[in-house]
T-cell receptor, first 112, second 111 residues
Framework: DTGVSQNPRHKITKRGQNVTFRCDPI?????LYWYRQTLGQGPEFLTY????????KSRLLSDRFSAERPKGSFSTLEIQRTEQGDSAMYLC??????????FGDGTRLSIL | SQQGEEDPQALSIQEGENATMNCSYK?????LQWYRQNSGRGLVHLIL?????REKHSGRLRVTLDTSKKSSSLLITASRAADTASYFC???????????FGPGTSLSVIP
């Protein structure tokens, strides 16, 4: 069990640029989740996959956000045309079915 | 949509004291989970309690669940400086396909 890995750990970009984050889940986990967390708040659900199928995307999520999980392995989260309000910690978690989730240490995004 | 909410928002205690934080939720659940998050890190699962359980222990942690009051509590006994972290309760979404996290309790344990 090597844990959930997220890259990069930190990303600083200018407003309007596109960014992509990567998450490598625990290998035998079939579920993968993306969350956004701002200071003093709990993780806010963005989307989740079961194997390669994206089963739900938060209604709060702008069309500028897209996620993929090709072949049911790693996942990427892309934000297009970043805005100041996108500054946050982006967390990835994985689980085997409905078992408790294992989290990565997140990617902290700062928009200049 | 927020399901669970922790109380208090922040708690500061001396090392060796007990820390109690509470979680209230709105709809029916089949289980409730508690997670810990150290500053700048991801969340770590602590304990899961099922709806037919009233109390569960894990080391220095004790979790209770009162489904009639829709509330849970997390007790950390004999706290240590290393327990300084944010603690979140997580409850199932309405269709039970994912969990929803509360805003958390920030615990500071002073050496």
């Amino acid at each position: 069990d090597t844990g959930v890995s997220q890259n990069p750990r930190h990303k600083i970009t200018k407003r309007g640029q596109n960014v992509t984050f990567r998450c490598d889940p625990i290998s035998e986990h079939n579920r993968l989740y993306w969350y956004r967390q701002t200071l003093g708040q709990g993780p806010e659900f963005l989307t989740y996959f079961q194997n390669e199928a994206q089963l739900e995307k938060s209604r709060l999520l702008s069309d500028r956000f897209s996620a993929e999980r090709p072949k049911g392995s790693f996942s990427t989260l892309e934000i297009q045309r970043t805005e100041q309000g996108d500054s946050a910690m982006y967390l990835c978690a994985s689980s085997l079915g409905f078992q408790p989730q294992h989290f990565g240490d997140g990617t902290r995004l700062s928009i200049l | 949509s927020q399901q669970g909410e922790e109380d208090p928002q922040a708690l500061s205690i001396q090392e060796g004291e007990n820390a109690t934080m509470n979680c209230s939720y709105k709809t029916s659940i089949n289980n409730l989970q508690w997670y810990r998050q150290n500053s700048g890190r991801g969340l770590v699962h602590l304990i899961l309690i099922r709806s037919n359980e009233r109390e569960k222990h894990s080391g220095r942690l004790r979790v209770t669940l009162d489904t009639s009051k829709k509330s849970s509590s997390l007790l950390i006994t004999a706290s240590r400086a290393a327990d300084t972290a944010s603690y979140f309760c997580a409850t199932p979404s309405i269709n039970y396909d994912k969990v929803i996290f509360g805003p958390g309790t920030s615990l500071s344990v002073i050496p």
